[in-house]
T-cell receptor, first 117, second 114 residues
Framework: NAGVMQNPRHLVRRRGQEARLRCSPMKGHSHVYWYRQLPEEGLKFMVYLQKENIIDESGMPKERFSAEFPKEGPSILRIQQVVRGDSAAYFC???????????????FGEGSRLTVL | KQEVTQIPAALSVPEGENLVLNCSFTDSAIYNLQWFRQDPGKGLTSLLLIQSSQREQTSGRLNASLDKSSGRSTLYIAASQPGDSATYLCAVRAGGTSYGKLTFGQGTILTVHP
């Protein structure tokens, strides 16, 4: 059973370009979370999605950032017109469906490291 | 707003020592608490998950305790080894549901030297 898969693992963009980060959750998981880890800072929540729905985007910057989790395919975190301050590691996590048997445990991917030149 | 603090920020010990990492949180209304390990340039590996109704969890040389009323958790590592060197992160999940965002501490950087 493959874990949470993220790609690309490393991405280099110039200021003003777009960055697209992909996340495939573990098999059977329908909840996806994106977190950002800035240099020398802790992990910060960005957004929580279920299939075709954004449940909580309270941690997303108001501009340039968007996320989706379509019915088919991976979840995508999109950053438009990147700036140097967007350089960070972006982690995706997934968890199983909620319910009485769910422990609520999160499983993380290896992360996508974005460098903006 | 939930805040999570980890003490110490860094710890260096000789191999074989038993050690304790501390985590405190400001809002005791949590669903669960999870301890992770992060190696440099890598993702997060889940070590232990403690539900709000539990007091402790054990896995091998690791033992995590939870005192929800006082807002504290400890991660105990027995007989430390150089391979334990990593950043250890504590994270709490808001109460009420089995899903929801985690709030992370800043982590404890552990170095175990031979």
């Amino acid at each position: 059973n493959a874990g949470v898969m993220q790609n690309p693992r490393h991405l280099v963009r110039r200021r003003g370009q777009e960055a697209r980060l992909r996340c495939s959750p573990m098999k059977g998981h329908s909840h996806v979370y994106w977190y950002r880890q800035l240099p020398e800072e802790g992990l910060k929540f960005m957004v929580y999605l279920q299939k075709e729905n954004i449940i909580d985007e309270s941690g997303m910057p108001k501009e340039r950032f968007s996320a989706e989790f379509p019915k088919e395919g991976p979840s995508i975190l999109r950053i438009q017109q990147v700036v140097r301050g967007d350089s960070a590691a972006y982690f995706c996590a997934s968890s199983p469906m909620s319910g009485i048997d769910s422990t609520g445990e999160l499983f993380f991917g290896e992360g996508s490291r974005l460098t903006v030149l | 707003k939930q805040e999570v603090t980890q003490i110490p920020a860094a710890l260096s010990v000789p191999e074989g020592e038993n050690l304790v990492l501390n985590c405190s949180f400001t809002d005791s209304a949590i669903y669960n608490l999870q301890w992770f390990r992060q190696d440099p340039g890598k993702g997060l590996t889940s070590l232990l998950l403690i539900q709000s109704s539990q007091r402790e969890q054990t896995s091998g040389r690791l033992n995590a305790s939870l005192d929800k009323s006082s807002g504290r958790s400890t991660l105990y590592i027995a007989a430390s080894q150089p391979g334990d060197s990593a950043t250890y992160l504590c994270a709490v999940r808001a109460g009420g549901t089995s899903y929801g965002k985690l709030t992370f501490g800043q982590g404890t950087i552990l170095t175990v030297h031979p």
